[in-house]
């Protein structure tokens, strides 16, 4: 039986005129399921897309202040030091202070939040992985290469 919850993509019977002719609605569609996804294989470590980036990101660029983080992910400052205290209280990542500014702080991620990032990414590649079982390699690059193409244009509206 369907989940009265899930997303559905499609559904029959309804027209959707002018929605079916737009690439962000298109998009948007692909997202929530992807999202769907996502949030099932992360279930049970309480992770959420916004808490896996910021966590990848700090892992790879440890030392990052808070605003540097809120800058890269295109967050508020505010959400981010939220963002980071969820994190914390996970026992993921840890704020260090910034040696001569009192006021920074800088990312890193806890040895917890090391080992566990690196099932967290094994999920996450799965859940991507039955998002596109539909295309084969060459078109999930393809689909890669255009949606960074429109994230990267110029926004001169």
Known sequence: MADPDRFVPRVPGIRYGVLDELAGYAVRRAQIRMYELFAESLEQWGITPQRFSAMTIVSL???LKL?????IMGIARSGVVALVDVLEGMGYMERQAVPGDARAF????TPKGQTDLVEITRAVKNADGLATRGLNSEDVAVLRAMLLRISDAPSDA
């Open 61 to 63: 660029n440890p030392g």
């Open 67 to 71: 605003t540097e983080l809120a800058r």
């Open 106 to 109: 800088s990312l890193v991620l």
